[in-house]
């Protein structure tokens, strides 16, 4: 191997622009990715690391493609760091800043660890209309932050009366507490079907990267009102955004935004909640306070939420403008413009079957069959019907919705529009005679009548996101 020339970390780090050039260092190796960064305009993360090491990002973002930046790094090597900043460089990278993240119940299926991110066992998740927190799923972007109650203050921003600032306690005390039950949905759910039509970037999940809750907080509406918005504000404003406690390395939070209407709607229901299922909301739900916008893709439900700002622009976090986005079928990564999708606020009606499992083998002499799954959609759209056929879509029966049973349902029908709450439903239904195998479908239909497309491929996008196809379950009969 030729030698390569010896750099000290402070050479590498005067190189940190397209300018300067862009070096990084990976295991003692000097690398000028500068020609990498030039083509890849804002398409990476990498340029963050830029003058610095690129083992502290990989341990964040555990799942950017990694094995792709380490072929292309081969060819862009230039030298070698000296021994002593290497060393420096290792006792730096021995703190694990996801070292406090609290546990987790063994019994979710883990998709990433660091950042945590799990999904419960469907068949868990049919068994009860509340998820129990435990298992409810967890979508985390970085290290989950340690937040003193004791100390906390939230921050409220550009309303005519200034800056607010709240205490828990003021917030608990200061306004009325308000409950509502709430289905959250990552615009990730079921991407993982997304993936098998062709590859998409982002987490692999199942079906259930949906849950269900009651949470309580205050209105975000009572808070705003109290910080002095009024007409005036509605008319120079046209959105609310919120910025997580939780940090990258270069101390940019998490941050999301929902439109102005919503957070001040009398029937938006956004809570500033610091109770999920009747207790403190636990760390990985965002404790103490977190934004609960019912209806709205889990994205803009920002946890450990520190400030609330007013604004007449969205969020310009990178999950508000470049990420979170739905796009056609025929986008790729060349073509991509984020600027040409709106963010994703309501989310399109969803169900999928959560029993029996794909694959599942039922006996001939059980002769029925029983299904179970859930059904939601956004924007407070109430699912009026689900429909489930076991012969792969030719007939379909309408299936129950389940109302006596474990952290039960409410009775009767939400207000119109305020359908927060998933539903979860089930079909008991004869084995057909001489069928081998089920092909089970389910599919469901809202208040607007929208109804989920029956195939994958025509929603298809380069984000995974928005995959809500018709729900399919192979199962075999054993004779
Ligand atoms: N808020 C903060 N501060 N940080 C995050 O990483 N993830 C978002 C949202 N709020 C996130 C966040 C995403 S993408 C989703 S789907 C939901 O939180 C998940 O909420 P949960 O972990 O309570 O299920
Ligand atoms: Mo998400």
Known sequence: EAAYPIFSQEEVTSHRSLQDGV???YKGGVYDITEFVAMHPGGDKILLAAGGALEPFWALYAVHNQEHVLEMLSEYKVGELNAEDLKKQKTMQTLDPYSSDPERHPVLRI????????????????????????FFFKRNHLPVPQVDPATYLLQVEGLPGGLLTLSLEELKTRFPKHTVTATLQCAGNR????????????????????????????????????????PDVARRAGHVQFEGLDKDVTGTTYGASIPLNKAVSEE??????????????????????????????????????????????ESSSHWQQNDYKGFSPGTDWDTVNFKSAPAIQELPVQSAITAPADGAVVDRSSEELTVKGYAWSGGGREVVRV??????????????????EKGQAPEGTPP????????????????????????????????????????????????????????????????
């Open 23 to 25: 070096w990084v260092t």
């Open 111 to 134: 998709n990433n660890l660091k950042p945590f991110n799990a999904e419960p066992p469907p068949e868990i998740l049919s068994d009860s209309f509340i998820t129990p927190s435990a």
């Open 191 to 230: 991407r993982s079907e997304m993936n098998a039509v062709k590859q998409v970037k982002g987490l692999n999940w199942g079906i259930a990267a949906i849950s269900n809750a009651t949470w309580s907080g205050a209105r975000l509406r009572d808070v705003l009102l109290a910080a002095g918005y009024g």
């Open 268 to 313: 938006g229901d956004v809570l500033l909640a610091y109770e999920m299922n009747g207790a403190d909301l636990p760390a990985d739900h965002g404790y103490p306070v977190r934004v609960v916008v019912p209806g709205v893709v889990g994205a803009r439900n920002v946890k450990w939420l520190g400030k609330i700002i007013v604004s007449a622009d």
């Open 387 to 404: 429909d489930v056929s076991l012969d792969g879509g030719k007939t379909w029966q309408v299936a129950q919705i389940r109302s006596s």
């Open 416 to 479: 119109t529009g305020r359908a927060w709450a998933w539903k979860l439903w089930e079909i008991t239904a004869p084995l057909p005679p001489g069928a081998k195998e089920l092909k089970i479908v389910c599919k469901a239909v809202d208040n607007s009548y929208n109804m989920q497309p029956d195939t994958v491929a025509p929603i298809w996008n380069l984000r995974g996101v928005l995959s809500n196809a018709w729900h399919r379950v192979n199962v075999k009969i054993r004779e």
